[in-house]
């Protein structure tokens, strides 16, 4: 029998499910053609404006490359796609699984028992709901989009981090007092290419946090960042959306004074520009403070292991991840010391970012119990040999009150 007809009788099968609504899915596999990289590709089917489609996804060996057809063309590509180097053909459906290998001679086609009995649902999307829709405007301009307002398959870890920031932004003013707060001042120290900026700013302004913004001018959002060719950039793509509470600014962390801060967020700040942002959100009384800390060198030169440790801290690779627990846990305790409730968590996961670990702070009602984080932070110090932390080194010499009474009479204090 030849291998045309073989992938005939494949395409009948295809199209016979799509018409029945038997089709669970379709992989195609053991690539031998000459287009690079290719790996499989598989399809589902989908709902969209055009109707039920086919979403192929192409698998290669760095990327993802997503396409849609209609259930006309599918039967047409998949038939392509076989004569062209595909050697291996799955196809799941209700009623029965079907089988096509295709050999250097000839090819064989079988049927068996199906391995699903019921169709998956056809939602174009079936991750959770996304708080930023695609087809925002800057996301085009920053190149995460296409003009259609697809994601670019390159792109696809940054737009995770962007959805998975603000939904953690969200919840975080949602579960605080901010949340019935007429405006907020949010300040993004080492905003970058302004990617979570202008997503941040989007949410808000947009009703996405409809108890805090109820049009534009209820927020006040400021970037900063070292890169003059960034800062033009961004201010250009705020000014085109004619976004007049959102502005970015250039100049280093530790120089910019942020004024009365509500949120102070400090994103993949190197080293010890970290300590420099979590302290400017300390002395402006910032409600949340969100970290996510980057290169971690300050403590690793410093530390001196305690006994039962120095057999396992030899190594370099321990030695590095134990400053990187020192650095955080600690930036954690001077927090909770200065009456802020923290918590450390993974922030994506590390497939999409090695840099993936996000510190949060919110502050806390006044009369806040905290001489156990200082009683903490003084034994980590001795333990470890620690002499010199930035952080603590900034609030030692920053003068800021932090009485019972500053504590129980500042505003925007009430994250108990």
């Not at 192409?58 to 047409?76: G, Q």
């Not at 670019?152 to 959805?163: A, F, L, V």
């Not at 020192?326 to 927090?335: E, I, M, P, V």
Request: charged share 25%; with cysteine.
């Amino acid at each position: 029998m030849k291998v045309d007809q073989n992938i005939e009788k494949f395409a009948a099968e295809l199209s016979a499910s799509l018409a029945d609504a038997s089709f669970v899915k379709l992989v195609l596999s053991n690539y031998k053609g000459s287009e690079p990289q290719l790996q499989k590709i598989s399809a589902r089917t989908i709902e969209t404006r055009k109707g039920r489609q086919l979403m192929f996804q192409f698998r290669y060996e760095a990327r993802d490359i997503v396409k849609n057809l209609s259930i006309a063309a599918a039967r047409d590509e998949v038939r392509r796609r076989l004569a062209a180097g595909f050697c291996g053909g799955h196809l799941f459906t209700t009623r029965h699984d079907v089988q096509l290998d295709i050999g250097k001679r000839n090819s064989r086609i079988k049927t068996s028992r199906p391995t699903f009995t019921s169709s998956p649902s056809s939602k174009h999307d079936r991750e959770k709901h996304r708080l930023i829709d695609p087809n925002a405007y800057y996301l085009k301009a920053l190149g995460i989009s296409t003009e259609d307002g697809k994601i670019k398959s390159g792109q696809q870890d940054k737009w995770r981090q962007i959805n998975k920031f603000v939904e953690i932004l969200a919840s975080l003013i949602d579960s605080s007092p901010l949340k019935d707060k007429p405006g907020l001042s949010i300040i993004d120290m080492g905003s970058g290419k302004g990617y979570l900026t202008f997503a941040a700013y989007d949410h808000l302004t947009k009703g996405g946090q409809k108890s805090v913004a109820d049009h534009d001018s209820a927020i006040r959002m400021t970037g900063v960042e070292q890169r003059p060719d960034l800062v033009s950039l961004c201010t250009d793509i705020a000014n085109a959306g004619g976004w007049d509470g959102l502005k970015f600014v250039q100049g280093s962390i530790g120089d910019v004074d942020p004024g009365p801060v509500d949120i102070l967020i400090a994103l993949h700040a190197c080293d010890t520009a970290t300590d420099d942002a979590l302290y400017k959100g300390i002395a402006a009384n910032a409600s949340i403070i969100i970290a996510a800390p980057c290169c971690h060198k300050e403590l690793r030169k410093q530390i001196t292991p305690p006994e039962m440790l120095a057999g396992i801290l030899k190594h370099g690779i321990m030695l590095e991840r134990t400053a990187e627990t020192l650095t955080d846990g600690l930036r954690a305790l001077l927090l909770e010391s200065r009456g802020y409730s923290t918590k450390l968590f993974e922030f994506v996961p590390t497939e999409h970012t090695p840099k993936n670990n996000m510190l949060v702070a919110t502050k806390k009602k006044g009369g806040t119990e905290t001489s156990t984080a200082a009683r903490q932070i003084d034994q980590l110090r001795t333990s470890f040999g620690i002499r010199e932390q930035r952080l603590e080194k900034l609030l030692s010499k920053g003068n800021i009150d932090f009485s019972q009474e500053y504590l129980e009479n500042t505003s925007n204090v009430d994250h108990g």
